[in-house]
């Protein structure tokens, strides 16, 4: 029997990957979106393959129109959202005197916005059942920063404190809001920063290596599911001890 309909974006590849793996695993339907069709459909033909239930939907997280199209999609295909996991995320390396506007723009459209778009768009129909579970996908950076990812660590940030304030104003009513904040990752958007940053970032970790997009996963179907009902507002930090809470 089906826990009911999980949206994962940027399920295309890495963590959202492996979170749409994790979560049809754990019994949910799972909507996997990435900006190209192409991508998510491999990830649900994936899940087909040893029999769980899911739906690709390409959509680009910044597009409000967008966005809709994709709930909208989810509930034609599985019926009311449970589980919304914000992931969808865009990589780009600039020191900042030489940042360009529209690179700026577009990580905070994807990250952030993007976040709020698809928070906004599952959230009335889950107050008015009375529950539901949002994990956000943020970053140690955002807790931290980053050299010559001053964009990158902003927008996460922001996903943080938007998961606080949003954790505080409707946790009564039955929706949990959590982030998980992951350390360095063997992810494709990952290996897209400088093999200089990452050499330099693996030899400062205290766990001595990078995540694998599987650990992080289990973190957020962790948050997703009944056994963290005490978990509200918090982030998780899956981060080989870059950050210690």
């Known amino acids: 029997m089906s826990k009911g309909c999980a949206i994962v974006t940027g399920a295309g590849s890495g963590i959202g990957r492996a979170t749409a793996l994790h979560l049809a695993r754990d019994g949910y339907a799972v909507v996997v979106n990435d900006l190209t069709l192409p991508r998510a459909q491999a ?7 040893v029999g769980h239930r899911a739906t690709a939907v390409a959509a680009d997280v910044s597009d409000e129109a967008a966005v809709a199209a994709l709930v909208a999609a989810a509930r034609s295909a599985f019926g009311p959202v449970v589980v919304l996991v914000n992931n969808a995320g865009y ?12 690179d700026f723009d577009r990580m905070i459209a994807v990250h952030l916005r993007g ?3 698809c ?4 959230l009335g129909e889950m107050l008015a059942r009375g529950s539901g579970s949002i994990v956000n996908v943020a970053s140690q950076l955002g807790q931290i920063g980053g050299a010559e990812l001053a964009h990158y660590s902003a927008a996460k940030a922001g996903i943080i404190g938007m ?5 505080r104003e409707i946790s009564k009513q039955g929706v949990r809001v959590n982030a ?9 958007i990952q290996n897209s920063i400088s093999e200089e940053w990452r050499r330099a970032k693996g ?3 205290p766990l001595g290596r990078f995540g ?10 962790f948050l997703a599911s009944d056994a963290a009902s005490l978990f509200v507002g918090q982030t998780l930090g899956p981060n080989s001890g870059d950050v210690m809470l």
């Open 43 to 49: 990830v649900v033909s994936d899940i087909l393959a």
């Open 91 to 102: 990589a780009h390396q600039s020191k900042l005197v030489d940042l360009q506007t529209a």
């Open 115 to 117: 976040t709020f778009l």
């Open 119 to 122: 928070t906004r768009a599952v």
């Open 163 to 167: 998961t606080k304030s949003l954790a």
């Open 180 to 188: 998980v904040a992951p350390g360095p990752i063997n992810t494709p």
């Open 203 to 205: 030899a400062e970790l």
């Open 212 to 221: 694998e997009p599987e650990e992080v996963a289990a973190a957020i179907a």
